[in-house]
């Protein structure tokens, strides 16, 4: 079996979901189509990631 961008994506997907992070399907956000993120979940997200080990 193959190990395409499908499956990355859907890995990741999953992975963000066992998180807490929910997933919705960006065609169907109501949002300004020249955003790409909702600025308080992306900054929740960002700080998540780069978070110092440590660091409460």
Partial sequence: ????EARLEQ???ALLEE???PHHRGDILD????EML???AS???VQDCFKVKGEA
């Fill in 38 to 40: 909702r600025k308080p």
């Fill in 11 to 13: 890995a990741i997907i």
């Fill in 19 to 21: 998180q807490g992070y």
């Fill in 1 to 4: 079996m193959k190990f395409t």
């Fill in 43 to 45: 900054s929740r997200i």
């Fill in 31 to 34: 949002r300004v189509r020249r």
